[in-house]
Every structure is written in structure tokens, then in C-alpha cells.
């Protein structure tokens, strides 16, 4: 079975800190990962996906198969990137349904 | 374009009512997703179609709960003799298709059972 784990549940740092929020999979297979976003009062939403190899918001992202993880970083945080994170897989292919973890509350303080 | 609607955003209910909830998906988008949102804990998967059709319903968490869509549009989740364990935020979301495309949510509703 798949599993997404998100071993923070809240993390704080100062505006400017290099900011980085952990994801670990657990997938026998190929899995593509996810990053959603959601703002206060403001739905869930795609931040950044690993098959794209983008940076969105100035966040990156990089799939580590050896170490299962998938970490969320960003070298100087806003506080506007305050919001709840979400890591979430596919198994790939033709598979519908995405795996979330928990979710870590980041806190960007002045 | 219009996202993702889900009605009604807040719903309390009485321990053992039946309760209806309303999706209308992105149009054009032939998959449809619903998860489970229970306070502190992640997204739960409960069911996806393509199309009108459900392929895989193992998600549900009992037979007290289904789901149907028609046209290729709207779909209702509904929860038959609600308990209080089904109290939680319930997500849809769309997508082009089923797979691994992005998947666009709606601001949920929120089901309170008594």
C-alpha cells in the first residue's frame, strides 16, 4: 500500500530563513509526487509537481528514490508562503487517486 | 472559467439522517474526484468517476455511503444514517481526466452530524 508521511506538523521560522517541509513516500513502484498548497480561506491547490521539475513560488522540489523522500524547500521565506502543505503521490500510469499525507501548518514570522 | 462548486459549505445534521452533498465539477472535466477531510488528518480518498461511471468504490468507508454522476457533470455523495464519526470536511475535485493530471478543488463542505 501506499503512504505519504509529513513528520511536522507545524513549522515556524523568520521571514528570510531558508525553509524546508518533509515528505516521505512509501511506494514499491514509479510513484509521481505533489506538492498542494492551501491558503487561509483560499482551497486546495497545486503547488508543484516532480515530473515538471519546476519552481513555483520559489519553491523546488527534487524526488530522492534512494531516501523515498520528497522534500519541499525554499531558500528565503515569505510570509506570504504561510499556509498548510500537503505531499501527496500517484502511483502513476492510469491511477486515479492521489495519496496525501497530513499536512504541515508553515508559519512564516516578521 | 468557473472552479470546482461544492454545496452546501456547511451542513449539521442529526445522528442518523441522511445527508446529500453537491459537486459541480470544472466543465469539460471527465474525472471526478471525492475525499474525506477529518480534523487533523489528511485527505482521505473515497471515490473517483470517469465519466458517469465509478470504477472503483473501495474508498467508501461503509455501505452507508455512495455516489453517483450524471451527464458527465454534477455528483452527489450521499451518507445514509449519518454517525458522528462521519463528521468532516468533504472535498471534490476535477480533472481533465483520470490519471495523473492536476486535480482542481472545490472549498468543500463541511458535515457536522449531532
Known amino acids: 500500500a501506499q503512504r505519504v508521511t509529513q513528520p511536522e506538523k507545524l513549522l515556524s521560522v523568520f521571514k528570510g530563513a531558508p525553509v524546508e517541509l518533509k515528505c516521505n513516500y512509501s511506494?514499491?513502484?514509479?510513484?509521481?509526487l505533489f506538492w498542494y498548497v492551501q491558503y487561509s480561506r483560499q482551497r486546495l491547490q497545486l503547488l508543484l509537481r516532480?515530473?515538471s521539475r519546476e519552481s513555483i513560488k520559489g519553491f523546488t522540489a527534487d524526488l530522492n528514490k534512494g531516501e523515498t523522500s520528497f522534500h519541499l524547500k525554499k531558500p528565503f521565506a515569505q510570509e506570504e508562503d504561510s499556509a498548510m502543505y500537503y505531499c501527496?503521490?500517484?502511483?502513476?500510469?492510469?491511477?486515479?487517486?492521489?495519496?496525501f499525507g497530513k499536512g504541515t501548518l508553515l508559519t512564516v514570522n516578521p | 472559467g468557473a472552479g470546482v462548486s461544492q454545496s452546501p459549505s456547511n451542513k449539521v445534521t442529526e445522528k442518523g439522517k441522511d445527508v446529500e452533498l453537491r459537486c459541480d465539477p470544472i466543465?469539460?472535466?471527465?474525472?471526478l474526484y471525492w475525499y474525506r477531510q477529518r480534523l487533523g488528518q489528511g485527505l482521505e480518498f473515497l471515490i473517483y468517476?470517469?465519466?458517469?461511471?465509478?470504477?472503483?468504490k473501495s474508498g467508501l468507508p461503509s455501505d452507508r455511503f455512495s455516489a453517483e454522476r450524471t451527464g458527465e457533470s454534477v455528483s452527489t455523495l450521499t451518507i445514509q444514517r449519518t454517525q458522528q464519526e462521519d463528521s468532516a470536511v468533504y472535498l471534490c475535485?476535477?480533472?481533465?481526466?483520470?490519471?495523473?493530471?492536476?486535480?482542481?478543488f472545490g472549498p468543500g463542505t463541511r458535515l457536522t452530524v449531532t
Open positions: 468517476f470517469q465519466g458517469n461511471s465509478a470504477p472503483d
Open positions: 466543465s469539460g472535466h471527465t474525472a
Open positions: 475535485a476535477s480533472s481533465l481526466a483520470a490519471g495523473a493530471y492536476e486535480q482542481y
Open positions: 511506494y514499491s513502484g514509479s510513484p509521481e
Open positions: 516532480h515530473i
Open positions: 501527496a503521490l500517484n502511483s502513476g500510469g492510469s491511477n486515479y487517486k492521489l495519496t
